[in-house]
T-cell receptor, first 107, second 118 residues
């Protein structure tokens, strides 16, 4: 099993600020994915970054990948109250998840 | 629209009763998964199925059972042997076995079923 471990466990910021959460994993990967879970809902796929990519953008999301350090980060810029959710990383190709980062964005 | 449907959304059960949670997908995915999530926690893998008529235990299979008679359906039965069944249950699917090389590993999730034992 090679589930990712997210850090911090919880993050609270003000609307408009940037939110950064990190993911560490243990073995080599082909890609890494980030998911979002709103309270009481299923997980939704946000973004995939391949092992030969160092950075990827999607709207207000920026994902980085450092395969030498076996780590990834997810940056949400100009956060909104609607970004309040839990965020999970998923190193390929594993079906297991860590505890996630619970992000709270205060209006 | 294509997707995964879980039902019921909320379910109450008396102690000692078995209950079955439904998971149906019309994505033509080979693989399906069941997870349990406790408040403020991550997802724990209960069972998974890589293909019809085959399934494997995950990390917390005790007290649960599944079947995979059709590609579209992967029901989960929470038996009376499960000591703490109150939880949020999530079903997911992927195009093929998530561990296969060349597979991006993207999982598609249902909206979950919340089971409460009274």
């Amino acid at each position: 099993s090679q589930q990712g471990e997210e850090d911090p466990q919880a993050l609270s910021i003000q609307e408009g600020e940037n939110a950064t959460m990190n993911c560490s994993y243990k073995t080599s990967i082909n890609n890494l994915q980030w998911y979002r879970q709103n309270s009481g809902r299923g997980l939704v796929h946000l973004i995939l970054i391949r092992s030969n990519e160092r950075e990827k953008h999607s709207g207000r999301l920026r994902v980085t990948l450092d395969t030498s350090k076996k780590s990834s980060s997810l940056l949400i810029t100009a956060s909104r109250a609607a970004d309040t959710a839990s965020y999970f990383c998923a190193p390929s190709n594993d079906m297991r998840f860590g505890a996630g980062t619970r992000l709270t964005v205060k209006p | 629209d294509g997707g995964i449907t879980q039902s019921p959304k909320y379910l109450f059960r008396k102690e000692g009763q078995n209950v079955t949670l439904s998971c149906e997908q019309n994505l033509n995915h080979d693989a399906m998964y069941w997870y349990r999530q406790d408040p403020g926690q991550g997802l724990r893998l209960i069972y998974y199925s890589q293909i019809v008529n085959d399934f494997q235990k995950g990390d917390i299979a005790e007290g649960y059972s599944v079947s995979r008679e059709k590609k579209e359906s992967f029901p989960l039965t929470v038996t009376s042997a499960q000591k703490n069944p109150t939880a949020f249950y999530l079903c997911a699917s992927s195009i093929r076995d998530i561990t296969m090389r060349g597979h991006t590993g993207e999982l598609f999730f249902g909206e979950g079923s919340r089971l409460t034992v009274l």
